[in-house]
């Protein structure tokens, strides 16, 4: 078998005898269907490569090969992975290792080669598994193949390498299969960020040791200049002191982990207690997702109690954010009008964005629209933008709602909103968002601060 005797070679050529016991190691873990190295081989065998030697390295994946399992069965499938592994072995130059490193994904490491070269080997290997014609139990058929390239430096992290070349994989399939794509930084920044996202583990720790917590903004009446409200943006405080964003991790909460992370966060409770004291007249605003919205909803059932318990509902405001789809518009309508009748009060939050729009403002009763700060921060120079708002004031009166613009950040967006008649604020501008307990502890001025004023 060729890609054997060049795994062999590749060890004895490139790295010296010293490595050859660890080798037989490898080669006595080989896939039997296809006679090339597994995965576990093939990474011992690379990382002992990439030692002395830079590399290229691409991945393979058939396309629609569970298709073919389905429609002609395993045995068809199976032909398939032999004839792609044949084409492999057969395009590996001494020195360089071929392996079945998945079900239907393999991978080709060419020690000494440019991207540039790796790039028409891999080509070549498409072109070649394209007009390969294998006998189906229904007849003739092929199918292609989709690459991801990228290269390691002498001493690279291989894990890393290939992690980028699964990127570019990606991509390939992505953009029409049968190709080869090489990794670009594009993709390198985004798998950047991916890393320095927080696993779900880190998530369920997170919430074990209480590190969510709510930091506050406050919103001013711009008519008499006084606070009027907070609103409740939820924090991620690690014990190392980093506050992270909920664009950091909020998805985790609002969409594929439900039942894993289902322990409600702890510091809500405490955000509502400030605000449901006696001698608070202030509401506070609390963020709630589409996804909230789409839970089946039932006349007070339990969560919705729980949801419930403590707070003042005539100082509670709930804003409904855009973060996708609601599926059901009548239950959704329900449950926002049952917290009406408790006095909660429902915001439209980021008017003007995505799903935050004039179909919003007709199918749910809306009591508060918050303009998003794309509207604000271009009221001074763009007209339009001022047509808009001046249009949503109108909307307001005849509808009966209240507005509040986002993200004031500058004297001049204050005045256009001055001038434009909106009669609440918040943003950086007038107040940052500042962790409750601090909050709690201020000077407790309720009048915006008079150079702002
Ligand atoms: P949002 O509800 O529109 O909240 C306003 C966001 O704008 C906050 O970002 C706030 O820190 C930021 N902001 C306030 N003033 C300014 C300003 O002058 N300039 C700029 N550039 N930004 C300003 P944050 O806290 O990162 O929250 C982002 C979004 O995450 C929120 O947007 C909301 O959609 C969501 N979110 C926050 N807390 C929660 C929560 O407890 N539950 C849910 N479901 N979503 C939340
Ligand atoms: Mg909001
Ligand atoms: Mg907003």
Redesign the pocket.
């Known amino acids: 078998m060729r890609s054997l005797r060049t795994a062999r070679a590749a060890l004895s050529d490139s790295t010296g005898g010293h490595l050859i016991a660890q080798q037989n190691d490898a080669l006595l873990d080989r896939d039997v269907l296809t006679g090339l190295m597994q995965r576990t081989g093939f990474m011992k065998v690379a990382a002992d490569g990439v030692r002395t030697d830079a590399m290229a390295v691409l991945l393979f994946d058939i396309d629609g090969l569970k298709s073919v399992n389905n429609i002609y069965g395993l045995a068809t499938g199976d032909k398939l992975l032999v004839e792609f592994a044949n084409i492999l072995a057969s395009v590996c130059p001494e020195g360089g290792v071929a392996a079945r490193v998945g079900g239907d994904a393999f991978s080709l490491l060419l020690p000494q080669t440019s991207l540039h070269e790796a790039e028409a080997v891999g080509k070549s290997v498409c072109e070649r598994f394209a007009e390969a014609e294998i006998m189906g139990r229904l007849g003739q058929l092929n199918r292609t193949v989709s690459g991801g390239l990228t290269q390691v430096a002498v001493q690279g992290a291989l894990e890393n390498a290939l992690s980028e070349a699964e990127m570019a994989l990606s991509a390939a399939k992505e953009g029409g299969r049968n190709r080869i794509v090489t990794v670009d930084p594009v993709m390198r920044n985004r798998r950047k960020r991916a890393l320095q996202e927080p696993t779900l583990e880190d998530m369920r720790k997170g919430i074990e040791a209480d590190e969510f917590t709510y930091f506050v ?1 406050p919103i001013y009446s711009l008519e008499t200049n006084k606070l009027v409200g907070v ?4 924090r991620w405080v690690t014990d190392d002191g980093t506050v992270r ?3 950091e991790f ?1 998805h985790m909460f ?1 969409r594929q982990y439900k039942g894993i992370i289902n322990r409600p966060v702890n510091a809500a409770n405490e955000v509502v207690a400030s605000f449901a004291r006696p001698d608070s007249d202030i509401f506070c605003a ?4 589409s996804s909230f919205l789409n839970r089946s909803f039932e006349p007070s059932p339990r969560w919705l109690d729980q949801l419930l318990m403590g707070i003042n509902p005539k100082r509670t405001v709930f ?1 409904i ?1 855009e973060s996708g789809q609601i599926e059901n518009t009548t239950a959704a309508r329900n449950m926002l009008n049952f917290l009406r009748a408790q006095g909660v009060r429902i915001a439209l ?2 008017f003007g964005t995505g799903h935050s729009n004039l179909a919003r403002l007709v199918d749910f009763p809306v009591d508060i629209v ?1 303009l998003d ?1 794309t509207f604000v921060s271009q009221l001074s120079s763009n007209t339009r933008h001022r047509a808009v708002v001046n249009a949503l004031m109108s909307l307001s009166e005849e509808l009966g709602f209240e507005v509040i613009a ?4 500058t004297p001049d967006e204050l005045q256009a909103l001055r001038d434009l008649g909106v009669p609440m604020a ?4 007038l107040g940052l ?1 500042q962790p409750l307990q601090e909050w709690n502890a201020r000077d407790k001025a309720v009048v915006l601060r008079t150079d702002v004023a």
């Open positions: 903004q609103e409740a943006l939820i964003l909920p664009r909020m609002t609390f963020n709630i997702s804003e954010v939050d980021d918050k700060r986002e993200g004031v950040e918040q943003g950086y501008y968002p």
